[in-house]
């Protein structure tokens, strides 16, 4: 059975540091992995999908890497600001179902 | 990507009482999931709403108490039924074009069970 884990579960920066945040799995058998973003009380949004043939995504201030063998992925962001505050999901796609298995989260607030 | 509207945003129900929730999506998509994600914890999926047949539910998930409906490639809806203050939840709808692509989610359906 697929496991997630995100660290640190929260992480509290002042405005203009990077970061990185950390997601690993137990079964590298994966389609893909995305990383999500979710406010407070609302859905999911879509950050960046790495296939599993890939070994890094980028988007804006936004860098996600993948070392599938170790199970491994993180998400770097620069210069971070505080509309970057929200909760940090990873999830990782495998078997034929399409089905995501999702990270437990990572918190993240970006202090003025 | 892909539009998703899912409705409502949030309802307070009594116990014992149903909720339908809809997701409808702006194009057709091969995958539609439903997701619930408890106070404080991570996404757990629920089943996977099949068009034209039973959704397939997930461990702990059946069909009695959350029956799931998806009439064509771009609508579906959830129900809670009977419910209880263990229900309450944030239900959300996931979508992906083809097998094993991006995943979508809508806004969530806040639901609060008194």
């Known amino acids: 059975k697929q496991e997630v884990t995100q660290i640190p579960a929260a992480l509290s920066v002042p405005e203009g540091e990077n970061l990185v945040l950390n997601c690993s799995f137990t079964?590298?058998?994966?389609?893909?992995l995305q990383w999500f973003r979710q406010d407070p009380g609302k859905g999911l949004t879509s950050l960046l999908l790495?296939?599993?043939?890939?070994r890094e995504q980028t988007s804006g201030r936004l860098n996600a890497s993948l070392d599938k063998s170790s199970g491994r992925s993180t998400l770097y962001i620069a210069a971070s600001q505080p509309g970057d505050s929200a909760t940090y999901l990873c999830?990782?796609?495998?078997?034929?179902?399409?089905?995501?298995?999702f990270g437990t989260g990572t918190r993240l607030q970006v202090t003025l | 990507s892909a539009v998703i509207s899912q409705k409502p945003s949030r309802d307070i129900c009594q116990r014992g009482t149903s909720l339908t929730i809809q997701c409808q999506v702006d194009?057709?998509?091969?995958?539609m999931f439903w997701y619930r994600q408890q106070p404080g914890q991570s996404l757990t999926l629920i089943a996977t709403?099949?068009?034209?047949?039973?959704?397939?539910?997930e461990s702990g998930f059946v069909i009695d108490k959350f029956p799931i409906s998806r009439p064509n490639l771009t609508f579906s809806t959830l129900t809670v039924s009977n419910m209880s203050p263990e229900d309450s939840s944030i239900y959300l709808c996931?979508?992906?074009?083809?097998?094993?692509?991006?995943?979508?989610f809508g806004q969530g359906t806040r639901l609060t069970v008194v």
């Open positions: 194009s057709q998509v091969t995958m």
């Open positions: 079964d590298s058998a994966i389609y893909n």
């Open positions: 790495i296939q599993s043939s890939q």
């Open positions: 996931s979508v992906g074009r083809e097998f094993n692509t991006e995943a979508f």
């Open positions: 999830a990782v796609q495998g078997g034929t179902a399409s089905k995501l298995t």
């Open positions: 709403a099949n068009q034209g047949s039973e959704a397939t539910y």
